[in-house]
């Protein structure tokens, strides 16, 4: 269980890190779809396929 604990409490690995700084924008712009539009506008938005 310590291994675990380590994962999800130590530092993100840069590889992760960055992953996450370039899907941020669609992760907020997904959330602002959903408070305006509603859940199938932030759906169609947010499961749409990206070229990575």
């Known amino acids: 269980a310590q291994d ?3 994962h999800v409490l ?5 590889a992760d890190r960055a992953d996450l ?3 941020t924008p669609d ?4 959330l602002q779809t959903l408070f ?3 859940l199938p506008a932030a ?7 990206k070229p990575l």
């Open 4 to 6: 675990l604990a380590d």
């Open 21 to 23: 700084e370039r899907a």
């Open 36 to 38: 305006m539009h509603g």
């Open 27 to 30: 992760f907020i712009n997904g």
């Open 10 to 14: 130590g530092r993100m690995p840069e």
């Open 43 to 49: 759906q169609n938005i947010t499961n749409t396929r």
